[in-house]
Nanobody
Framework: VQLQASGGGLVQAGGSLRLSCAAS????????MGWFRQAPGKERRFVAT????????YYAESVKGRFTISRDNAKNILYLEMISLRPEDTAVYYC?????????????????WGQGTLVTVSS
């Protein structure tokens, strides 16, 4: 399975962006997916996760109410809608997929990773 993240860019504080992650290869709808991010000089951290059919989602406290994760299994695309962006949201955002249907906030649970897309929020 290959994952390709896109949609990052430079945005002012308070703005919005939508990230996408396209899956290709031996894809399956029966796997959970997630978004993680890594700010400069910091460890990769959990952002959001969604189960195999999209009806169960979990978010990091820092993004709850501002970010929305969703998926389109027919198109094999994962999304992350981000609003009210803050400078502290600046990071490289990675999409990830895990074998099995259940969502997880643990990076160690994921089997496939995209290359990352940079989001920069200016103050």
């Amino acid at each position: 399975v290959q994952l390709q993240a896109s949609g990052g860019g430079l945005v002012q504080a308070g703005g919005s962006l939508r990230l996408s992650c396209a899956a290709s290869g031996r894809t399956s709808s029966t796997y959970a997916m997630g978004w993680f991010r890594q700010a400069p000089g910091k460890e990769r951290r959990f952002v959001a996760t969604v189960n195999w059919n999209g009806d169960s989602t979990y978010y990091a406290e820092s993004v709850k109410g501002r970010f929305t994760i969703s998926r389109d299994n027919a198109k094999n695309i994962l999304y992350l809608e981000m609003i009210s962006l803050r400078p502290e949201d600046t990071a490289v955002y990675y999409c990830a997929g895990k074998n099995g249907p259940y969502a997880s906030s643990l990076s160690s649970a994921y089997d496939y990773w995209g290359q990352g897309t940079l989001v920069t929020v200016s103050s």
